[in-house]
């Protein structure tokens, strides 16, 4: 798409954007206003914020967007908090959707969007992630990305294998894989965050079996080792154990290890998130066409789908004396014209929460995997995104029982004992 039909279709989706309620005091005053824009600082979301601003400014030339950045992790959450907490958060800001999100306590920080013409192309499904009692507060910043089995598709080709819906399906995948002497499933435990995909990658199938699970695990009625279908993410991590499937050396194995190993053909499955994939690619090019990607199978092949991260969401600070501007730059956030924007500058690693937005040609094929789930509405959020409820201790206690050290009732106890301070710290009712 050339600048100029991209500007057309970005002033296309502001024009059609209401005015919304509040007023611009820069606009009316010297016909120009500026937007501050606080961003994280990975390089990711750094290059996603500079498409927005750039492409978005050629359209509205009297709406400047500045962007700031702050830190990841805890101490980025912490500058978040203070910074809407004292009344000096910028106009706009990127912050995490779901369970972190009502730690911010957003009725009072954040700008109401309910119902208003920002969000007339967010897709319906992702609205919850970005609310809270019933009130939406932002629109999404990026893709949603999936959370299963990242596999080599010229293995499956070469063995004549077909994606598995069931989980008996995949073991049977397994056993042909690891007789023609090729890793059936890949561990890369030095990493220990990557020891927790079997699990939370799985949140599908305990939704599928148990409707209720978030809610009832949120109000302490609920736990893994007492509910079958949460329980069997640790049972998968001890089976693939058990049954000799991971490589060699999966105990000091890395992440970038694990997937030069899946995209040389070393290993057929690596149980992953399909963010990974893109910065692989710059120095892989074959993984954007040779790796897949599948949901983790579950029990019923009529009910087989997948586990996704939604976006973070980007949302207006209730201070801002800019709400206008804020408001006809977060309804272009959320239009085609964005997504065409952002794609161009970093490749997608899964289907964008926008209605009409679409992947490009060339996208890596496990995006492209991840959207045929999500046409056919065969997604579930991860479980962080739908309850505020997780332990710090996940990725330690997987590693144990993905390695043969703890059995997975016993993981699973643990973990549900992990969680309890946490909860007790949010003040959970319940707890």
Not at 208 to 215: E, I, M
Not at 245 to 274: R, V
Not at 334 to 350: C, E, I, M, N, Y
Not at 414 to 424: F, I, M, N, P, T
Request: charged residues 15%; aromatic residues 8%.
């Amino acid at each position: 798409m050339t600048g100029a039909a991209l500007a057309v279709l970005a002033m296309a989706a502001l024009t059609s954007c209401g005015s919304g309620s509040g007023s611009d005091s820069g606009t009316a005053a010297t016909g120009s206003v500026t937007l501050k824009f606080l961003i994280d600082n990975s390089s990711a979301t750094v290059n996603t914020a500079k498409a927005l601003a750039d492409t978005f400014m050629q359209a509205n030339p009297r709406i400047k967007v500045e962007t700031e950045t702050r830190p990841g992790g805890s101490e980025g959450d912490n500058i978040v908090k203070t910074r809407l907490s004292t009344g000096d958060m910028s106009d706009v800001f990127w912050y995490n959707s779901g369970s972190l999100l009502q730690a911010l306590n957003p009725a009072q920080t954040m700008v109401d969007l309910t119902g208003d013409p920002v969000l007339a192309n967010v897709a319906k499904d992702f609205l919850p992630v970005v609310s809270q009692d019933g009130k939406v507060y932002g629109v999404p910043g990026g893709t949603a990305m999936g959370g299963g089995i990242l596999y080599n598709r010229k293995v499956y080709e070469q063995l004549k294998l077909e994606v598995p819906k069931t989980w008996a399906d995949f073991t049977a995948n397994s056993d042909k894989i690891k007789a023609a002497g090729i890793a059936p499933v890949i561990g890369t435990f030095k990493d220990t965050w990557t020891s927790q995909l079997f699990v939370l990658g799985d949140y599908y199938n305990v939704q599928a079996a148990v409707p209720t699970f978030a809610q009832d695990y949120t109000a302490n009625k609920a736990k893994f080792a007492t509910t079958p279908a949460a329980q069997t993410g640790f049972d998968h991590l001890a089976e693939v154990h058990a049954k000799g499937y991971l490589q060699e050396g999966f105990g000091s194995a890395t992440a970038d290890q694990g997937m030069k190993l899946l995209a040389e053909g070393k290993g057929a499955h690596y149980p992953m998130l399909s963010s990974q994939l893109p910065p692989f690619v710059a120095t892989m090019p074959q993984a954007a066409t040779d790796i897949g990607f599948f949901g983790i199978p579950g029990t019923d092949a009529a009910k087989n789908g997948a586990t996704i991260w939604e976006p973070a969401g980007i949302y207006i600070a209730k201070t801002t004396e800019n709400l206008e501007a804020a408001k006809k730059f977060l309804a272009f956030v959320a239009s085609p014209a964005a997504a065409d924007a952002v794609t161009k500058a970093v490749p997608p690693a899964g289907p964008y929460r926008i209605t009409g937005a679409k992947l490009p040609d060339d996208a890596i094929q496990a995006a492209k995997d991840l959207q045929a789930y999500v046409d056919e509405g065969t997604t579930a959020p991860a479980l962080e995104f739908v309850s505020p409820v997780k332990g710090p201790s996940l990725e330690q206690i997987t590693v144990a029982v993905g390695s043969g050290l703890t059995s997975a009732a016993e993981g699973a106890a643990q973990y549900d004992k992990d969680v309890e301070k946490q909860a007790k710290q949010l003040g959970l009712a319940g707890w």
